[in-house]
């Protein structure tokens, strides 16, 4: 079976204050979900339960080694998913607030690309 390329969804994530770059990493991945629907997963490639999708995501964010695979992957409501982290993203000065547990004046930037592909004969 080879696998086609049905979508690519973008998105953006920001962690202001716990510099956890799981947080903006999982924040990208919503982002990227969030505003669509896939219809054509049905009507056109005629799949019958959406766990037939694969789901592959890209993250480049601060940190790589930091983030917790698993979380973001949880923000996948369906299919059958893997996840690539890389480093890049965006580290931008804020202002470390104490009451909000940060731990210097960090924000983190994350963005992600979320693909579904279809297997087809």
């Known amino acids: 079976m080879a696998k086609k390329r049905f979508i690519i969804e973008m998105g953006m994530g920001v962690d202001q204050h716990g510099q956890e770059p799981t ?9 990227a979900i969030a505003h669509n629907a896939l219809p054509g997963v049905w009507e056109v490639a005629g799949l019958n339960d959406p766990n037939e999708m694969i789901v592959e995501v890209q993250v480049a964010v601060p940190y790589p ?57």
């Open 23 to 31: 947080v903006a990493a999982a924040r990208a991945v919503r982002n």
């Open 65 to 121: 080694e930091q983030v917790r695979q698993e979380e973001v992957l949880a923000v996948l409501p369906f299919g059958r998913k893997t996840l690539t982290v890389e480093a890049g993203g965006m580290v931008v000065q804020g202002r470390a607030i104490a009451s909000l547990n940060d731990k210097n004046d960090e924000m983190l930037i994350a963005v992600a690309a979320v693909h579904v592909l279809i297997e087809t004969e």
